[in-house]
């Protein structure tokens, strides 16, 4: 009995040292997690002057990310931020609000959304480009696969495509697929990806046995995957990007005259450098 | 009523997502009081070279990001991966765009978890108990399942609850070893996702509601048992 | 026939110790880190020592140089610790059969039942550890150690914990079951009325080292170093130089240094006039003598004059602090109550003392 009481002492003891010692142990991390905290907001409060952000269909990244270097050495003093990734993510944040001035779709239909929430400047939209759309596999494989009825082979486990709910390429391959009779007996096999390139990066690291993605796309990384057949043009909706300035943007000259650099003939001539087919005019 | 991929109609594709889920993180959740047991005995009860190293390995997952540890997984499992090669190879299959992976992803975000909390309980348990039980013919395996698990249990079921409700939220990991692909691996988180992202609220809203209300059953019940002094 | 031979280092403690122990019960007695308790952990599989022998009837229980250490499960030593450390998921019934699972289940009930027949707690079977008092939870630790039939017993300062007539009780029921069982036990503790009630043997533990080994009355009579004596409460110990030798009287003379008077003391072969020797005497032998009393040819050396100069009621005795020298005081006088009331005696009073003389010691120099 005596024992425990003796005990209980020395735990009353132990358990007021260990909570003043907590209470100082605590506030010298919050100051220092505050100080870390002040130090990087000082570091991002000096804004280059100039800026302009452009959200771009993730299709885009490695002519965009050229033709941002040629607007950046046309206009010297002026930075350009690129955002890529789905179109459909892309159309959310902006909804949502987000610090964007420039928007290229890899689609109408995205486009089309944020148009018709009022988001796009006057005059503004234009169609600056188009694509073509491939069936690939891995540079490896030794599967047999020779059009795009092979896809029904027993062999053909896996094949992806963008989510044809967010990505404009996982629409134009679901359209395809309906056009040849395919959706319904293939379906089973279908992996999405979040975008484009990721539905080429699972092709090329041979996680599946085929995908569907921009003929450009599989330019970039043809040492990886291996084109079986460019889809005819009327198995699905064309292709077209449009581009647009977001309506109330800080810089708005300058982003239209980044949008101007794209439509330009020397914009162009970057463009079909990286594969990309000059866009009909629009009406 | 509109399609998704899987031919199914709004509501059947959402209860698939929750089924699924809950499949998941059951699973998950059994394979890691199984595996997290014995690990936390282990990490509690011997010393061996490389403990320590072992010790950070398993607790690792539980402050990388959750894409950091998919991207291992991926490393590790992929059809190319250190292992999953060899696996596919012998049997033609690969794991990745399976609700198995899920399941993987799922098991190791979770293990850290309930080897902290059950190790802690069978550090908890009175040494005197342990040796008496030696004294008395026990030897080690018959004293852990007499006298140390017992003791533990209380650590052990609330690893297991931690372990389930992580199983249920998990996201990152998943997303990016088993894909997303309605009617196979869209759990509810990446079913949420996919539907906010595409601007489909009213399908969203019907999810984080099911979600939020079947999680809150989960953790009443974990309350009760714990209270109950199961 | 238990036989230890073992050496432990831990750092800033260290044990050594050789025993050689038989059947019946034996006290592990010693100030509080003494190595008891390692002792015992090492004899149990426990603790490993770092080199030497345990052997327990015969059975190699570990050997350094052999390479034998038996488990613990393996070796059929009961232990009962300080603290009661009954599984408390587990009723009282449960507890003793833990160790006899392996048994069918008619054989291990009749042995349960037994043991709580025996134990003196009959009604308390379907209870839980925190459901009873802690003598009733050390006679269960004590049931469920000796179900399982244990081939020897430690017992570690089993009762220390418990109220004083508990304790009583609880040695009683040891001694009897001792004597019942013919197991034997190891019992330390560090409370001489306790070793002097249940030893058979004594062993004086101090510093990790066995100081004396031998009957109650050898450790208590006969202490052969000066630590034993202290751990005993030979509470006078004086060290002097001798100054004369008489060995045909089989006396010696000794100046008592530190307090500054002689004392006629028995003769020890060898000594010679020079040496240094200690000697004591308990508290219980000295002789407070009535002024009127006339004195016997015995007592006529050792008789001291001096003063009372504290006197301490313990319960049932009295001890007194006599004074003679300069210093505090010199002798340690223990009376019972019946005695003292009879002296009349009361602090600052002149009296006599005496020394019995057979009650004198000289401890063995140089242990």
Same mark, same amino acid.
């Given at each position: 009995?005596?024992?425990?009481?003796?005990?209980?002492?020395?735990? +009353?003891?132990?358990?007021?040292?260990?909570?003043?010692?907590?209470?100082?142990?605590?506030?010298?991390?919050?100051?220092?997690?505050?100080?870390?905290?002040?130090?990087?907001?000082?570091? !991002?409060?000096?804004?280059?002057?100039? $800026?302009?952000?452009?959200?771009?269909?993730?299709?885009?990244?490695?002519?965009?990310?050229?033709? &941002?270097?040629?607007?950046?050495?046309?206009?010297?003093?002026?930075?350009?931020?690129?955002?890529?990734?789905?179109?459909?993510?892309?159309?959310?944040?902006?909804?949502?609000?987000?610090?964007?001035?420039?928007?290229?779709?890899?689609?109408?239909?995205?486009?089309?959304?944020? $148009?018709?929430?009022?988001?796009? !400047?006057?005059?503004?939209?234009?169609?600056?480009?188009?694509?073509?759309?491939?069936?690939? +596999?891995?540079?490896?494989?030794?599967?047999?696969?020779?059009?795009?009825?092979?896809?029904?082979?027993?062999?053909?486990?896996?094949?992806?495509?963008?989510?044809?709910?967010?990505?404009?390429?996982?629409?134009?391959?679901?359209?395809?697929?309906?056009?040849?009779?395919?959706?319904?007996?293939?379906?089973?096999?279908?992996?999405?990806?979040?975008?484009?390139?990721?539905?080429?990066?699972?092709?090329?690291?041979?996680?599946?046995?085929? &995908?569907?993605?921009?003929?450009?796309?599989?330019?970039?990384?043809?040492?990886?995957?291996?084109?079986?057949? +460019?889809?005819?043009?009327?198995?699905?909706?064309?292709?077209?990007?449009?581009? &647009?300035?977001?309506?109330?943007?800080? $810089?708005?000259?300058?982003?239209?005259?980044?949008?101007?650099?794209?439509?330009?003939?020397?914009?162009?001539?970057?463009?079909?450098?990286?594969?990309?087919?000059?866009?009909?005019?629009?009406? | @009523?509109?399609?998704?991929?899987?031919?199914?109609?709004?509501?059947?594709?959402?209860?698939?997502?929750?089924?699924?889920?809950?499949?998941?993180?059951?699973?998950?959740?059994?394979?890691?009081?199984?595996?997290?047991?014995?690990?936390?005995?282990?990490?509690?009860?011997?010393?061996?070279?490389?403990?320590?190293?072992?010790?950070?390995?398993?607790?690792?997952?539980?402050?990388?990001?959750?894409?950091?540890?998919?991207?291992?997984?991926?490393?590790?499992?992929?059809?190319?991966?250190?292992?999953?090669?060899?696996?596919?190879?012998?049997?033609?299959?690969?794991?990745?765009?399976?609700?198995?992976?899920?399941?993987?992803?799922?098991?190791?975000?979770?293990?850290?978890?309930?080897?902290?909390?059950?190790?802690?309980?069978?550090?908890?348990?009175?040494?005197?108990?342990?040796?008496?039980?030696?004294?008395?013919?026990?030897?080690?395996?018959?004293?852990?399942?007499?006298?140390?698990?017992?003791?533990?249990?209380?650590?052990?079921?609330?690893?297991?609850?931690?372990?389930?409700?992580?199983?249920?939220?998990?996201?990152?990991?998943?997303?990016?070893?088993?894909?997303?692909?309605?009617?196979?691996?869209?759990?509810?988180?990446?079913?949420?996702?996919?539907?906010?992202?595409?601007?489909?609220?009213?399908?969203?809203? @019907? @999810?984080?509601?099911?979600?939020?209300?079947?999680?809150?059953?989960?953790?009443?019940?974990?309350?009760?048992?714990?209270?109950?002094?199961? | 026939?238990?036989?230890?031979?073992?050496?432990?280092? *831990?750092?800033?403690?260290?044990?050594?110790?050789?025993?050689?122990?038989?059947? =019946?019960?034996?006290?592990?007695?010693?100030?509080?880190?003494?190595?008891?308790?390692?002792?015992?952990?090492?004899?149990?599989?426990?603790?490993?020592?770092?080199?030497? %022998?345990?052997?327990?009837?015969?059975?190699?229980?570990?050997?350094?140089?052999?390479?034998?250490?038996?488990?613990? #499960?393996?070796?059929?030593?009961?232990?009962?610790?300080?603290?009661?450390?009954?599984?408390?998921?587990?009723?009282?019934?449960?507890?003793?059969?833990?160790?006899?699972?392996?048994?069918?289940?008619?054989?291990?009930?009749?042995?349960?039942?037994?043991?709580?027949?025996?134990?003196?707690?009959?009604?308390?079977?379907?209870?839980?550890?925190?459901?009873?008092?802690?003598?009733?939870?050390?006679?269960?630790?004590?049931?469920?150690?000796?179900?399982?039939?244990?081939?020897?017993? *430690?017992?570690?300062?089993?009762?220390?914990?418990?109220?004083?007539?508990?304790?009583?009780?609880?040695?009683?029921?040891?001694?009897?079951?001792?004597?019942?069982?013919?197991?034997?036990?190891?019992?330390?503790? #560090?409370?001489?009325?306790?070793?002097?009630?249940?030893?058979?043997?004594?062993?004086?533990?101090?510093?990790?080292?066995?100081?004396?080994?031998?009957?109650?009355?050898?450790?208590?009579?006969?202490?052969?170093? #000066?630590?034993?004596?202290?751990?005993?409460?030979?509470?006078?110990?004086? #060290?002097?130089?001798?100054?004369?030798?008489?060995?045909?009287?089989?006396? %010696?003379?000794?100046?008592?240094?530190?307090?500054?008077?002689?004392?006629?003391?028995?003769?020890?072969? =060898?000594?010679?006039? =020079?040496?240094?020797?200690?000697?004591?005497?308990?508290?219980?032998?000295?002789?407070?003598?009535?002024?009127?009393?006339?004195?016997?040819?015995?007592?006529?050396?050792?008789?001291?004059?001096?003063?009372?100069?504290?006197?301490?009621?313990?319960?049932?005795?009295?001890?007194?602090?006599?004074?003679?020298?300069?210093?505090?005081?010199?002798?340690?006088?223990?009376?019972?109550?019946?005695?003292?009331?009879?002296?009349?005696?009361?602090?600052?009073? %002149?009296?006599?003392?005496?020394?019995?003389?057979?009650?004198?010691?000289?401890?063995?120099?140089?242990?």
């Amino acid at each position: 009995m005596e024992i425990d009481h003796r005990k209980e002492e020395s735990a +009353k003891m132990l358990r007021r040292c260990s909570r003043l010692h907590g209470m100082r142990e605590f506030l010298l991390v919050l100051a220092c997690l505050t100080g870390l905290l002040l130090a990087s907001q000082i570091r !991002a409060q000096s804004p280059s002057a100039q $800026e302009i952000t452009v959200s771009a269909a993730i299709s885009l990244k490695n002519v965009f990310e050229e033709i &941002g270097k040629t607007f950046m050495q046309k206009y010297p003093g002026t930075k350009v931020v690129f955002n890529f990734g789905g179109s459909g993510d892309l159309a959310r944040q902006i909804e949502s609000g987000a610090p964007v001035d420039v928007f290229a779709s890899a689609a109408q239909k995205d486009m089309n959304d944020i $148009e018709k929430k009022d988001l796009i !400047a006057a005059n503004s939209r234009k169609d600056f480009a188009r694509n073509g759309v491939v069936l690939v +596999k891995p540079a490896n494989s030794t599967i047999p696969l020779h059009t795009i009825a092979d896809l029904q082979k027993k062999a053909i486990k896996k094949i992806v495509i963008g989510n044809p709910k967010t990505v404009p390429a996982g629409r134009y391959a679901e359209q395809a697929l309906r056009h040849f009779n395919l959706w319904d007996t293939i379906r089973d096999k279908l992996v999405f990806a979040e975008n484009v390139r990721q539905a080429l990066d699972y092709v090329a690291r041979d996680e599946v046995d085929a &995908g569907l993605v921009y003929s450009t796309d599989a330019m970039v990384r043809s040492k990886e995957v291996k084109v079986v057949m +460019k889809l005819p043009e009327e198995s699905h909706q064309p292709v077209v990007y449009p581009i &647009g300035v977001i309506k109330g943007t800080k $810089e708005e000259s300058f982003s239209r005259a980044f949008v101007d650099l794209v439509v330009s003939p020397e914009g162009q001539q970057i463009l079909n450098k990286y594969g990309f087919i000059a866009a009909k005019p629009r009406m | @009523m509109e399609e998704d991929a899987s031919g199914r109609n709004m509501d059947e594709s959402v209860l698939f997502s929750l089924r699924l889920s809950l499949q998941v993180a059951i699973a998950a959740t059994v394979l890691v009081v199984l595996v997290g047991t014995g690990m936390s005995f282990i990490l509690a009860r011997k010393s061996f070279r490389g403990k320590e190293i072992l010790d950070i390995l398993l607790t690792l997952p539980l402050v990388l990001p959750p894409t950091v540890t998919g991207y291992y997984l991926i490393l590790f499992m992929g059809r190319n991966g250190l292992l999953g090669n060899a696996l596919f190879r012998w049997t033609g299959w690969s794991i990745m765009f399976t609700w198995y992976a899920a399941v993987l992803a799922s098991f190791i975000v979770a293990l850290p978890l309930m080897i902290k909390t059950t190790r802690a309980a069978i550090e908890s348990v009175d040494q005197n108990l342990i040796k008496v039980s030696y004294t008395l013919g026990h030897g080690e395996l018959k004293t852990f399942f007499k006298v140390i698990l017992p003791l533990s249990k209380k650590g052990i079921i609330a690893g297991a609850v931690l372990s389930f409700a992580r199983a249920m939220g998990e996201f990152g990991a998943t997303l990016m070893v088993a894909g997303n692909i309605p009617g196979k691996t869209n759990t509810m988180p990446i079913a949420i996702y996919t539907s906010a992202s595409s601007g489909d609220w009213s399908k969203a809203n @019907m @999810m984080v509601v099911f979600f939020t209300l079947v999680s809150a059953a989960f953790l009443y019940i974990a309350n009760k048992l714990s209270k109950k002094g199961f | 026939m238990i036989e230890i031979r073992v050496e432990k280092d *831990l750092g800033n403690f260290s044990l050594n110790l050789s025993l050689s122990l038989q059947k =019946g019960m034996t006290v592990l007695f010693g100030p509080s880190g003494s190595g008891k308790t390692l002792t015992l952990q090492t004899i149990a599989g426990l603790v490993e020592p770092d080199s030497g %022998m345990v052997r327990v009837n015969g059975v190699v229980y570990f050997n350094k140089k052999e390479g034998v250490n038996l488990p613990i #499960h393996r070796r059929r030593v009961g232990y009962v610790f300080q603290e009661p450390s009954l599984f408390p998921h587990m009723t009282v019934f449960k507890n003793i059969a833990y160790g006899i699972s392996g048994l069918p289940l008619g054989e291990r009930n009749q042995k349960v039942n037994h043991m709580i027949e025996r134990m003196r707690l009959g009604g308390l079977e379907k209870r839980f550890p925190h459901q009873i008092s802690g003598g009733q939870k050390q006679r269960t630790a004590l049931a469920r150690a000796l179900a399982a039939s244990p081939v020897l017993l *430690l017992l570690d300062e089993p009762f220390a914990s418990l109220d004083n007539p508990v304790r009583q009780k609880l040695r009683l029921d040891l001694l009897r079951i001792g004597r019942e069982d013919r197991t034997p036990l190891i019992f330390v503790t #560090h409370d001489v009325e306790e070793a002097f009630i249940l030893a058979d043997e004594v062993v004086v533990l101090n510093n990790g080292r066995v100081e004396q080994t031998g009957t109650k009355e050898d450790v208590f009579y006969r202490p052969q170093t #000066h630590n034993v004596a202290k751990f005993l409460g030979a509470r006078n110990i004086f #060290h002097g130089k001798v100054t004369d030798i008489r060995p045909g009287e089989g006396e %010696m003379t000794v100046w008592v240094e530190k307090k500054g008077f002689p004392s006629s003391i028995p003769y020890r072969e =060898g000594v010679v006039v =020079g040496d240094w020797v200690r000697f004591c005497i308990r508290p219980e032998e000295i002789m407070i003598l009535k002024a009127d009393r006339p004195i016997k040819r015995n007592l006529k050396a050792n008789i001291f004059s001096g003063r009372i100069v504290r006197i301490v009621e313990k319960g049932a005795e009295h001890t007194l602090f006599f004074k003679q020298s300069q210093d505090d005081y010199d002798f340690e006088i223990s009376i019972s109550n019946l005695a003292y009331r009879g002296l009349r005696i009361k602090e600052g009073q %002149m009296v006599n003392v005496a020394f019995k003389w057979e009650s004198i010691w000289v401890i063995p120099e140089g242990k």
